[in-house]
């Protein structure tokens, strides 16, 4: 059964996320691609919710979307209490800045900045002091268990190590929602269970997390799921925190 949701309202408070009938349709040649047909969800702050489907199914247009990095075709979407798709570039930039912080399955670790100044990044562009920028580092590097590798350059770190690094980057700027894709897809089952772990222990601390994943070990960790097929909403399943 297909799920489709079309009420177009003002997002409650407590809805850090609200699609409201997103349409992502590319022309290809004389074809029209419907990558997302009319999609409509929304996800309350403080929610951990898993969005899934296979290759084709609309879960990297739904990413790029959700991360300010494309806009829809049409429809609304959203984000802490604004509509991101009437923004114009710049203020889209500063909307991301602040309210999104990213994990990617690469890691995307600056090779020649150590832990620290990659952790720094984030703060940099929001303008913050020098001294402020290095104490929330090494805050936030103790948080998620990376505080002894300040110095280190992430060539001289692990897999989970460089993924706990990109954690702490993407809570820099203690963003309205932690957005990740595929965070364990370049990591053995033992330290993927780990960063499954630090996952979960931040939700437990109230933060938003979003994940991408084509796994269903790895979304049986969120409290709900969103399951995508041919750029629709097939299901939603657990519901916590999601509709």
């Known amino acids: ?15 850090v996320v609200r699609f409201d009938a997103v349409m992502r349709h590319y022309t290809v040649g004389n074809e029209i691609v419907r990558a997302l047909d009319g999609i409509s969800f929304s996800i309350r702050r403080g929610a ?6 296979p290759s084709g199914s609309g879960k990297s247009t ?23 798709a009437e923004m114009d570039d710049n203020a889209l930039s500063d909307h ?22 990659n952790i720094e990044v984030p703060m940099f562009y929001l303008g913050l002091p020098h001294a402020e920028r290095r104490r929330k580092a090494e805050m936030l590097a103790d948080r998620v268990g990376i505080s002894h590798r300040l110095r280190h350059l992430p060539s001289e770190l692990s897999g989970g190590q460089r993924q706990r690094v990109a954690v702490a980057r993407a809570l820099a700027n203690d963003p309205a929602v932690l957005l990740a894709d595929e965070p364990t897809g370049n990591l053995d089952s033992a330290t993927s269970i780990q960063i ?12 938003t997390v979003v994940l991408v994943t ?6 049986a960790y969120a409290k709900a799921n969103i399951v ?14 999601v509709m």
């Open 1 to 15: 059964m297909i799920v489709q949701m079309t009420e177009n309202r003002h997002p409650l408070d407590d809805e």
């Open 196 to 207: 499954m772990g630090l996952f979960q222990e931040l939700y437990e601390q109230g933060k």
């Open 228 to 241: 995508l097929k041919d750029g629709r909403v097939l299901s939603i399943t657990g519901k916590e925190g």
């Open 96 to 117: 991301r800045l602040r309210n999104l912080g990213f994990v990617f399955q690469s890691f995307h670790l600056i090779p020649q900045l150590t832990v620290s100044e």
């Open 214 to 219: 084509h796994e269903p070990d790895i979304a």
């Open 48 to 53: 951990y919710c898993a969005i899934m489907g």
């Open 62 to 84: 739904m990413l790029n979307i959700l991360g300010c990095l494309d806009r829809p075709s049409s429809g609304a979407y959203w984000l802490n209490g604004k509509n991101v």
